[in-house]
């Protein structure tokens, strides 16, 4: 059984869960847990596919795992991966085990025993999206090799690795920014002033990938000086202090170039 919780520690840092076997059962409305569990190098999964998908599965999420490690210069973790049946099954256990995460369609947290989750949902055949798994697996990377990221870091690097590793431009992505005009200024500065937990809506997520993507590209940035800003900070150090001590530049200087860079980038 996945491990579950009674509270998350989110200001400890990374959100972490107590292991309590016996909730699923004494809350009721438990949900449907994965029948099939295979193990490979970086990976304990658990899902319903036949063992033989099931090891294809967890062989391509290992291999994604040691990619994106290998990018980020750390070593692969090994979290648990659970692929619930369906949408309602995934809420129903992320109610029980990270109540921060209840209403995701994916989520990666850690647990008081020392473990490292991964939960996200099936889709036809019985395989999850590979956008949302690739997605919660960079996260799994960061919660394992690095203290908690500002919030557009840790999102816009997981939104970069959707589509695989190495990461690339995503056209829709891209022009959805671009329709954004002048407001992506603003938009920006006030997401890179965002401090850890802080809540980010469908727009802070497009930013976050546009702007971590175009410092990964840009020639006085790339990402070797983006993976400073993984480096652990002073927990009474303001966000956009961080931003500009990382990065040599500050918010607002740095948004004209953004908004440059996004009109003139080719899909």
């Given at each position: ?113 020392g473990g490292l989750v991964v939960a996200v949902s ?62 992506l200024d603003g938009r920006l500065v006030e997401l ?76």
């Amino acid at each position: 059984m996945p491990p579950a919780c009674y509270s998350v520690l989110a200001l400890a840092g990374w959100p972490r869960c107590a292991v309590c076997a016996a909730l699923a059962v004494c809350l009721g409305c438990a949900p449907t847990f994965p029948a099939t569990r295979v193990r490979v190098t970086n990976v304990e999964l658990h899902c319903d596919l036949p063992p033989a998908e099931a090891n294809d599965l967890a062989a391509d999420a290992g291999a994604f795992l040691g990619g994106v490690s290998q990018y980020l210069q750390v070593a692969p973790p090994s979290p648990r991966v659970y692929v619930f049946r369906n949408g309602r099954s995934l809420r129903l256990y992320l109610r029980r085990a990270c109540p921060v995460f209840s209403e995701r369609t994916g989520a990666c947290f850690k647990t008081d025993d020392g473990g490292l989750v991964v939960a996200v949902s099936a889709g036809p055949g019985g395989r999850p999206d590979p956008h949302d798994l690739r997605h919660e697996l960079t996260h799994a990377v960061l919660a394992a090799r690095f203290a908690p990221p500002m919030p557009w870091l840790d999102e816009g690097l997981a939104q970069l690795f959707e589509n695989g590793c190495p990461p690339g431009v995503d056209d829709n992505r891209l022009a959805r920014l671009r329709r954004m005009g002048t407001g992506l200024d603003g938009r920006l500065v006030e997401l890179v002033s965002k401090e850890r937990h802080a809540q980010l809506d469908g727009t802070d997520y497009l930013v976050a990938w546009g702007v971590t993507w175009f410092l990964l590209n840009d020639r006085a940035f790339g990402r070797k000086k983006l993976l400073r800003c993984l480096e652990p900070g002073l927990l009474s150090e303001k966000a956009a202090h961080r931003f500009r001590r990382n990065l040599g530049e500050t918010p607002q200087a740095l948004a004209q170039r953004f908004r440059q860079f996004v009109r003139t980038a080719s899909p």
